[in-house]
């Protein structure tokens, strides 16, 4: 991609895992990585498709970085939880994504790195579907962060977002998140089958997170060492616990 002389770089806050991500004008430029063609070859399939929330990818800079598109707006994850209309839409955003890549045939083949294995692949999944991937502007929602994406399952996928924006955290109402996560399951439209099988989607994937963390304590394997000593193991260990108790609760609702 051609380079303007002088142009000046945002430092962006917010990631976990990539390393520096900068602002430079309408674009967003990161790290280079091995599955990075893969990636941008999918978003390019996504937007020809019309999926609107995904960013647009704009190939690699002088500097061998990725460059995406600039989103504009507000992180989820600095707003309000979401309503259950909310959570019906989003469970709709999820659903096409995942109808588009069921379709989705790469030329060659693909590199991904998916960093919690899936105990099977039906599609490609974006992986890291939560408040803090989900940029919100009015009424424009984009999904950013897609350098996990690889293959999985649409329910682990969906399971994963609803840890995030149900949310299914230590400390909540079963109760009152069994009615959210039916909003979140009713907007994907899921099928019986799906229903049942989502609550111990969202444990394997919630435990799946905490058992990476812990490996990367053991190992030293970063980032994951990292973010296990700034105390996020905490959070994924207690929030799995808190979904075994109540996932038979969650069930029942789901297919009520």
């Known amino acids: 991609m051609r380079e303007r002389e002088g142009q000046e770089e945002e430092v962006l806050e917010g990631g976990n895992v990539a390393d520096r991500v900068v602002r430079v004008g309408p674009t967003v430029r990161k790290p280079w990585l091995p599955s990075s063609p893969s990636v941008m070859s999918l978003l390019g399939y996504l937007r020809a498709r019309g999926y609107d929330a995904s960013p647009t990818a704009l190939g690699r800079d002088g500097r061998?970085?990725?460059v995406l598109g600039y989103v504009p707006g507000t992180m989820a994850d600095r707003?309000?939880?979401m309503t259950e209309d909310e959570l019906r839409r989003l469970g709709g955003l999820i659903r096409r994504l995942h109808d588009?890549?069921?379709?989705?045939?790469p030329d060659g083949e693909s590199v991904w790195e998916v960093a919690i294995p899936h105990e099977r692949e039906e599609i490609l999944c974006h992986n890291d579907l939560a408040p803090w991937n989900l940029v919100r502007d009015d009424e424009a929602w984009t999904f950013i962060d897609w350098d996990?994406?690889?293959?999985?399952t649409r329910m682990g996928d969906l399971g994963y977002a609803a840890h995030g924006f149900v949310p299914l955290h230590e400390g909540g109402d079963p109760e009152r998140d069994?009615?959210?996560?039916?909003?979140l399951a009713d907007g994907y439209g899921c099928h019986e089958g799906q229903r049942r099988e989502l609550p111990g989607a969202v444990l394997r994937r919630?435990?799946?997170m905490y058992d990476l963390l812990v490996e990367g304590a053991r190992t030293g394997d970063q980032p994951w060492a990292r973010l296990h000593a700034e105390g996020h193991a905490d959070h994924w260990g207690a929030a799995s616990e808190y979904?075994?108790?109540n996932r038979k609760v969650w069930s029942a609702a789901l297919v009520g």
């Open 243 to 245: 979904v075994a108790r």
């Open 178 to 183: 069994a009615r959210r996560l039916r909003a």
């Open 148 to 152: 996990g994406a690889g293959p999985g």
């Open 206 to 208: 919630v435990r799946g």
């Open 100 to 105: 588009l890549t069921a379709a989705y045939r």
């Open 64 to 66: 061998g970085r990725q």
């Open 79 to 81: 707003m309000a939880p």
